[in-house]
């Protein structure tokens, strides 16, 4: 089957190649292919073409690529230093969390420490103020039992006194000044020293 | 006043009672005057007040003293204080007193009692001293109500205090 359509078109082909120069042009009797000479010296210039595009432009094409191709590399690999920046931010941003966490544990401990602190010295002062108080009350209590002691000797000491006095001056009829004087004209004329003397 | 004006007035009232023979009257009198004037504020005040005239002041020495002393007494003290010496009256006195004592060569011994002593008790009393201290003496005494009772002797520098009011204060002072 294959091989009949291809004797086919080598018919078609051949019966172009038969079509006579009118000096015009070349007809191909086919409304397929061209005629062969055509066919030749297009292709000639298609390879020359294709050779002249290989040697100057192609260089400058495969220039552009390459070129487009390191483009497209550097924005790959911008892509990715962005990428790889943008997830150390993130890092940062997550460690700067992490920090600001471990700040507010550490200020909120610090404030419990001082608020701590602050208190035991508080409850401290109030302790000794206390005592000092209490030393102070009992120093105050003593000296007004001392006071009160010393007021109630010196109470007694005047009752006594006035008493004594009362008594004396009571007992000191003008008998007994005489005895008094005798006795002491008595005991002077012994030679006896008698009461205070100086 | 000064000593020296003290003495000098002592001495010249020493010179007009013995001039005047009435040295041992005058001395005792003016004595026992120097012990009262000490013993009495208002005399005190009366007498060395500026402010009232000297012949009011020598007035009231001559209703005091009138008639219950000597007029030599009395004409010496006003003289005192007529001249506004009034304040050093009794260190004149004792001044005098020791100036006459000396001239009879006796020491001054001054005797305090509540009440006052008999003659006889003063006798025995300066037999008594002079036998304590072996000095002459020319006795003074004074009634002190102060003394409550019993005797203070002073003689020179030496006290003998059996007085009951020495004993009352020691008890106090114990008490």
């Known amino acids: ?198 | 006043m000064s000593d020296a004006q003290i003495h000098g007035y002592a001495r010249a009232l020493f010179e007009i009672a013995r001039a005047d023979g009435t040295l041992d009257e005058v001395e005792d009198e003016l004595f026992r005057f120097a012990r009262s004037y000490e013993h009495s504020e208002e005399l005190r005040n009366t007498l060395s007040d500026e402010q009232i005239p000297a012949e009011k002041r020598q007035a009231i020495i001559e209703d005091l003293l009138g008639g219950r002393a000597t007029p030599t007494t009395t004409q010496l003290v006003s003289m005192v204080v007529g001249s506004g010496k009034a304040r050093d009256l009794p260190a004149i006195v004792d001044v005098l007193v020791h100036r006459a004592s000396n001239a009879k060569q006796l020491d001054v011994a001054e005797v305090r009692t509540a009440v006052p002593l008999s003659g006889d008790q003063e006798a025995r009393l300066k037999a008594a001293l002079e036998n304590a201290t072996g000095k002459t003496l020319n006795l003074k005494t004074i009634v002190d109500p102060s003394v409550v009772g019993g005797v203070i002797a002073t003689v020179g520098d030496d006290v003998i205090d059996d007085s009951v009011r020495t004993r009352i204060d020691q008890l106090k002072s114990r008490l």
């Open chain 1, 1 to 198: 089957m294959i091989a009949a359509q291809l004797n086919h078109l080598a018919g078609i082909v051949l019966e172009a190649e038969s079509v006579p120069n009118d000096g015009i042009g070349s007809t191909s009797l086919s409304p397929y292919f061209a005629p062969m000479k055509e066919v030749v010296i297009g292709g000639l210039a298609t390879l020359i073409v294709f050779v002249a595009l290989y040697k100057f432009a192609w260089p400058a094409i495969s220039k552009a690529m390459k070129d487009r191709t390191a483009g497209i590399q550097n924005d790959l690999d911008s892509s990715a230093a962005a990428r790889t920046e943008a997830e150390r931010d993130a890092a940062e941003i997550r460690t700067s969390l992490g920090d600001v966490d471990g700040e507010r544990t550490r200020l909120f401990a610090e404030a419990d420490s001082q608020a701590e602190a602050l208190l035991a010295d508080g409850r401290d002062r109030l302790a000794q103020e206390i005592e000092e108080l209490e030393a102070k009350a009992e120093i105050d209590i003593a000296a007004a039992a001392g006071r009160g002691a010393d007021e109630l000797r010196a109470d007694i000491s005047r009752f006594s006194s006035q008493a004594i006095e009362s008594s004396v001056n009571a007992s000191l009829d003008d008998a007994t000044q005489q005895e008094l004087i005798e006795s002491f004209i008595a005991r002077v004329g012994a030679g006896l020293q008698t009461g205070a003397s100086s």
